[in-house]
């Protein structure tokens, strides 16, 4: 029989064992199916992007990911990091990972609120005072049933890094009180909560994608935006921008996602490669953020940057009036999650 010989001859020793499993594709061992999980480690690339500048705490979080990464793969896995927005803006390289585009990217929360927005919480205004609170929330329960959400979005969330506490700049004068943000055209996230936060404080806001915002600055487009100190001194929006008014008025955090088209390739050994390196590139890149947050603010003030301090009664008086935001997301978002949130930053308090 011809034809039996031929696909004989035509089968790997192991799917020969395997007969009925050959079907004459040659049926390399390596090969994965949905069928079939993938075992071990195997050689891949993974393409992780972030829109911050490779000197950044996030940039040199995910250098220190694929550091590890690489180590504990045995050089098989290999990262490559894109700073800078190279691969695109938080939005769309979240669309690239849905898409098994892109395999990872580390965006604010804020961006994702249009898919899940539960993640709004994070939006609302002065709800933590230090980065301890927001860590205990992120790293909770409250957290984690966030991370949950995102698998439905094509989306695989190993843990929070810190983008951190967020401050005003702007070309035109201090801002000190909830008069002073009056008609200054502020660059926000492309976020709801952002957009009526800073309407009920009667600027004027404009969202934005992140590698947009230096031009728009320099071209006085807008007049102002909002970030935390380590990258308005990495982004050198004090070239700009001369008032830096410490409102401290939001915390991002940062989510680090993997492309679930991606993960599903992965072998658990695989798996866990990634989940470890990026809890641990996490510790050190909180810490790191921490650190240049404090230092950032003397090179800024030495770059020539007029900062002012806003006195707590001054915050309480912009918290007043954000509040009636808050309330109605709050509603929106499930005044459950939002109760749950509350309750753990009073934990914390304690
Ligand atoms: O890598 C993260 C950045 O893309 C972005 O999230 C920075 O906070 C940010 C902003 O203002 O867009």
Not at 264 to 284: N, P, T
Request: hydrophobic letters at 40%; glycine letters at 8%.
């Amino acid at each position: 029989k011809k034809w039996l010989r031929n696909m004989v001859i035509g089968c790997t020793v192991p799917a020969l064992l395997l007969l009925a499993g050959c079907g004459g594709s040659g049926g390399s061992a390596a090969t994965s199916s949905p069928q079939t999980p993938a075992t071990g480690i195997q050689e891949r690339s993974i393409k992780a992007g972030i829109g911050l500048n490779e000197d950044h705490p996030e940039g040199q979080g995910l250098k220190k990911f694929a550091e590890l990464v690489d180590q504990k793969s045995g050089g098989k896995l290999k990262v490559q990091p894109y700073y800078a927005a190279q691969l695109g803006d938080d939005k769309k390289m979240t669309e690239a990972l849905q898409a098994g585009l892109q395999e990872i990217t580390i965006p604010s929360t804020s961006p994702l609120v249009g898919d899940i927005k539960e993640y709004a919480v994070f939006d609302f205004p002065f709800i933590f005072n230090e980065e301890k609170e927001a860590h205990a929330v992120l790293d909770g329960p409250v957290g984690q049933k966030l991370l949950e959400k995102l698998p439905a979005h094509n989306l695989i969330g190993l843990g929070y890094w810190e983008n951190g506490f967020r401050n005003l700049t702007n070309s035109k004068h201090p801002v000190a009180k909830a008069e002073d943000f009056k008609g200054l055209r502020i660059r926000t996230m492309q976020n709801q909560v952002h957009l009526a936060a800073f309407q009920a404080l009667g600027a004027n806001p404009s969202p934005m994608a992140f590698s947009e915002v230096f031009s728009a600055l320099e071209s006085r487009t807008v007049d102002g935006q909002e970030n935390p100190l380590a990258t308005i001194k990495s982004n050198k929006y004090n070239e700009v921008q001369g008032y830096l008014s410490l409102t401290k008025h939001v915390y991002t955090p940062f989510v680090f996602l993997v492309s679930k088209k991606f993960r599903d390739k992965l072998s658990e050994e695989e798996r866990q490669i990634l989940r470890d390196s990026a809890v641990e590139a996490g510790k050190y890149q909180r810490e790191l953020n921490f650190s240049e947050n404090q230092k950032a603010l003397e090179d800024l003030k030495a770059a020539g940057m007029k900062a002012n301090e806003v006195l707590a009664e001054e915050m309480a008086r912009m918290q007043e009036v954000i509040k009636p935001v808050i309330d109605k997301f709050a509603k929106e978002i499930g005044e459950e999650l939002v109760k749950e949130m509350y309750d753990e930053v009073a934990k914390v308090r304690k």
